[in-house]
């Protein structure tokens, strides 16, 4: 008998996680949920076509119809929740009455402790629970314990990652390829990193630099944006001197998205005007979605992490490096692949009783070396130099 999964919104990195539950999962049955019945019997025709299976099936639910999510979910080994971020708590909770393993896409780490504090309920049902999964959070963790693994004293671990346009198109050089709520959430706030050994709270849109990829990439513009870590900072204090993540873009993005949170547009309280109570936030994505949604679905996933550090009483460093495209076959963008396909691989290795239970972080959750395995598996091409 195979395993009995769910993934919890049936958009571009719920599909990809779809497809890998198939694949990969041995899978008996996979629950496409959404509330957007047309969208989720496009998501599981497209995956039912590109497996060659038939088993996935669409299921027209809302997220917050708690009763009724709970009816579905009691018979499902793994879900992945593919939603956005304020929504994940909660679905914890239900993962736990269900009995059901659980990853999620994330996307706020104060949701992810909250989320956390579930795992003595989660050890009682005798299941899994790892919020935060993905490319940026989740994988760059999973490679960054992995290569931190190598070394006997760790000095330094730098991190960036992107999801960019293949063929980027002016102004603005870049194509959505998540709700946009997580894309302005990235950019608001404060990251937190590791320096001197201690968590340091650094804001958005600080340190900027250059970064240099191999051509057509060239030179690509890297800044501080929030999440990226999750919990890693506070599990490595004292253990890394430095640690921190940025977000690459091409030249001329920093600039322009720096001038509109300094404006308020990514504000949540609202103001007043002409009399009329408007959400800045709100107002932004409005006019920003259909100028940079709906381009070419060929794009590039990246992750470069740099670590310093010794090995055997002398001086070693090693360079990871993550460049992976649209796949022409599967019609899956990369950052489908990297970010569906990370939840999904822990998800699985939930189902087939390979995790400790509770509700653990990534860097707790799953072995670095394992998560490196599972991606090559698929496919993503992973280069290492450790010298």
């Known amino acids: 008998m195979g395993f009995k999964y769910a993934v919890i919104g049936a958009g571009r ?4 996680s779809a497809y890998d539950f198939v694949k990969f999962g041995d899978a008996e049955k996979v629950l496409l949920i959404d509330s957007n019945l047309e969208a989720a019997k496009k998501s599981a025709d497209h995956v039912n076509n590109i497996t060659g299976k ?5 299921v027209y639910l809302d997220v917050q119809h708690e009763g009724e999510l709970l009816k579905v979910l009691y018979d499902v080994d793994s879900i992945v929740s593919a939603v956005p ?13 269900a009995s059901a393993n659980m990853t999620d896409m994330g996307g706020n780490t104060d949701v992810v402790r909250s989320q956390l504090e579930l795992d003595k309920e989660a050890k009682k049902k005798g299941i899994t629970i790892v919020p935060d999964c993905g490319m940026d959070p989740g994988m760059n963790i999973s490679f960054i314990m992995h290569l931190i693994s190598l070394f006997d004293e760790i000095e330094e671990v730098k991190s960036y990652g992107a ?3 293949q063929n980027p198109v002016p102004p603005w050089n ?20 590791l320096r001197k050994g201690k968590v340091t709270e650094v ?23 929030s999440g990226g870590l999750s919990t890693l900072p506070w599990t490595l204090q004292g253990k890394v001197k430095t640690l921190e993540n940025k977000t690459l873009r091409y030249p001329g993005h920093w600039e322009k998205f720096k001038a509109f949170s300094q404006l308020g547009l990514f504000d949540l309280e609202p103001i007043n005007v002409d009399g009329k109570e408007i959400v800045p936030r709100d107002f932004y994505h409005t ?7 709906g381009g070419s679905s060929k794009d590039l996933g990246i992750i470069k992490i740099f670590v310093n550090g010794k090995k055997d009483g002398k001086a070693a460093s090693a360079d990871l490096e993550l460049i992976d495209y649209y796949d022409e076959n599967l019609q899956l963008t990369a950052m489908q692949k990297l970010t569906g396909w990370h939840a999904s691989a822990i998800a699985i290795l939930a ?12 860097e707790n959750a799953v072995p670095g070396k394992v998560i490196l395995d599972e991606i090559r598996k698929r496919g993503i091409n992973v280069k290492i130099d450790f010298n």
């Open 13 to 16: 990195q719920g599909t990809a």
């Open 54 to 58: 038939s088993l996935c099936e669409a």
């Open 85 to 97: 971020y304020y929504y994940n708590l909660g679905l914890t909770g239900l993962a736990i009455q």
């Open 163 to 165: 999801g960019l346009m």
């Open 174 to 193: 870049y194509n959505l390829s998540f709700h946009i709520n997580g894309l302005t959430n990235e950019y608001y706030g404060s990251a937190y990193f």
């Open 203 to 225: 804001p958005c849109f600080e340190g900027y630099e250059l970064v240099e990829f191999p051509e057509p990439l060239g030179k690509l513009e890297a800044a501080v944006t």
């Open 287 to 293: 006019l920003l979605e259909p100028k940079i949604s």
């Open 351 to 362: 189902a087939q009783g390979k995790l400790e239970k509770g509700a653990l972080s990534v």
